[in-house]
């Protein structure tokens, strides 16, 4: 017989649930809710909150919060027709994992809101009273978080069903800042005599904060340094840039249509030892990386006068990105980045954005200051898009040492404490209720927010267990 949250991650897997569009999903949790007799409550954001009252003799303990998005991150493959408003996930399991057909999988947070509800839906299971929190627009801003009223909240301990490994628990999640970029670039409407498209595509991509300290290339950023140097070889004219698409996922393309007077070998011919070089520096990060210059068709348009085409280039060139700072003696843990995630140059108008990850709430300040500091040098506005805490919670507190003591019996082995350099619902939710007692409990799910996406079957099963053995034990 199939474990509950498999059979839950099933149907909501057939929901579509893109970040602003989580009605559907609201929709089905208020509809479990009445099915099963729970208290619950939906705001205009749809943030959905369940209220169970503790089993049989333990009616008088303290609540205790469970808590998961609703949202997914939508991103495919450049083939998938897959419409992330109307179409289900096509869900495929080989070799003990389950992964979706060209598109991300959604189980961040997909498995954390089929685990609660799987809980929820286990008669004889001993537990507190619950508070079950699922929160919308995780992935794209966390205004669910900020939005939700916790006023008829009581929990101050709390498990995140957010996260990506078994048998660890996240202690420490970074601040966000995210900035907007944008600035008007004179424009002519003078003709061009040779029109190019320049392509950067093919990179290996990943999570803007999980992956960031593993020098993955950004696209926007390598077609920045290659213009930048036709630039300063034989002056250029911007038309369009586009790259990256999502808020939190390193750019794995961009596209930019210029205009410049050399012939395309001559171009090419100029960019040919960088691109080599560029290859050679990604060798192993990003080895499907493809640099094409080629003709193109711009048709009607002004163009950028080369003056503030270089601008805008220097701009993006000495915009810094990545890891700006790692922990000494840990350079695997990332204590600061930047990741410049979304561009659009159109029209001579820029729009981009950037966001400043810290796991040090005095740091992710500086970072801020920074950011604006390039803006002000290249004469580009930048405003404050998100803001959103971190939490760092001791490692030895009650829930921990619980969630450790458990882990050590199903497997022999301690559990992981991690420290993650990615914001999660939970630094809201802890800042705002005072929690400083969580935990975190998920199963292994690799390669989130891409079409790569795939869960550890055994490994849901397994966390499943071990979610049911804390509540009997809290």
Partial sequence: MELRNLHYFREISAIPRKSFHEEKIADYLEAFARTHGLWHTRDQLHNVVFKKPGSAGREQEAPLMLQAHTDMVCAKEPWSRHDFLRDPIEIREKDGWMMANGTTLGADDGAGVANILGLLDEPALSHPPL???????????????????????????????????????????????????????????????????????????????????????????????????????????????RGGGLIHVIPRECAVVFAATPDLEVLREVLSGLMRQIHAEYAETDPG?????????????????????????????????????????????????????????????????????????VSIEELWQTAQAYGEQFHVDGRMTMDYAGYHVPTDSPLIRLWDAVYRENTGQALGLTYMHSALDAGTICERLGISDMIVVMPTVLDVHTPQERMNVDSFCRTYEYLKQILIRT
């Avoid at 950028?304 to 701009?315: K, W």
């Avoid at 000495?318 to 003696?329: F, I």
């Fill in 131 to 241: 508070e079950c929190v699922f929160t919308v627009q995780e992935e794209d801003g966390m205004g669910g978080a900020k939005g939700l009223d916790m006023s008829a909240l009581r929990s101050r301990r709390m498990i995140g069903l957010d996260g990506i490994q078994e048998g660890t628990t996240i202690y420490s999640a970074s601040a966000v800042r995210g900035c907007k970029f944008q600035a008007k670039f004179c424009q002519d409407a003078a003709p061009a005599e040779n029109t190019y498209r320049l392509t950067v595509s093919g990179l290996t991509s990943g999570h803007g904060a999980l992956m960031i300290g593993a020098e993955r290339a950004n696209a926007i950023k390598v077609a920045a340094r290659l213009l930048r140097q036709l630039s300063r070889a034989c002056g250029i004219r911007l038309s369009e840039i």
């Fill in 289 to 361: 990386m493809e640099m094409v210059l080629e003709r193109a068709d711009a048709g009607e348009t002004a163009w950028t006068t080369e003056a503030d085409s270089r601008r805008l280039l220097d701009f993006l060139y000495l915009l810094p990105v990545g890891a700006q700072k790692r922990t000494a003696g840990k350079y695997e843990q990332v204590e600061g980045s930047f990741n410049l995630s979304i561009l659009q140059f159109q029209n001579g108008t820029l729009d981009c954005d950037l966001v400043c990850r810290s796991n040090y709430p």
